[in-house]
């Protein structure tokens, strides 16, 4: 099983970008799929969580800017990121919870992440 993760790149303070995050391999299913990043110097964070069913949970930093969406059928994750802010600059890396074809437990895989800065 792989997480592959692209979309980052360098935007101007209070621009977009879509971070995609696909899975590939022999999956069985996805539980919880989600976004976390990790900026210079600090330890890694949570940006944002969504559930099979579409639930969604987020950083306080980035409600109202960011929206994580996923395609169940493509076992895909997207983060759209608007309004950024030179704070947001990390490496962002997408997270999921899949049972392969081999047994039944789910077990947490992490995409390579992709660097996103924020600066003028």
């Known amino acids: 099983v792989q997480l592959q993760a692209y979309g980052g790149g360098l935007v101007r303070p209070g621009g977009s970008l879509r971070l995609s995050c696909a899975a590939s391999?022999?999956?069985?299913?996805?539980?919880?799929m989600g976004w976390y990043r990790q900026a210079p110097g600090k330890q890694r964070e949570l940006v944002a969580t969504i559930t099979s069913g579409g639930s969604t949970d987020s950083a306080e930093s980035v409600e109202g800017r960011f929206t994580i969406s996923r395609d169940n059928a493509k076992n895909t994750v997207y983060l759209q990121m608007n309004s950024l802010k030179p704070e947001d600059t990390a490496v962002y890396y997408c997270?999921?919870?899949?049972?392969?074809?081999?047994?039944?437990?789910?077990?947490?895989?992490w995409g390579q992440g992709t660097l996103v800065t924020v600066s003028s």
């Open positions: 997270n999921a919870d899949i049972r392969t074809t081999i047994g039944p437990t789910y077990f947490p895989f």
């Open positions: 391999g022999n999956i069985f299913g996805i539980k919880i």
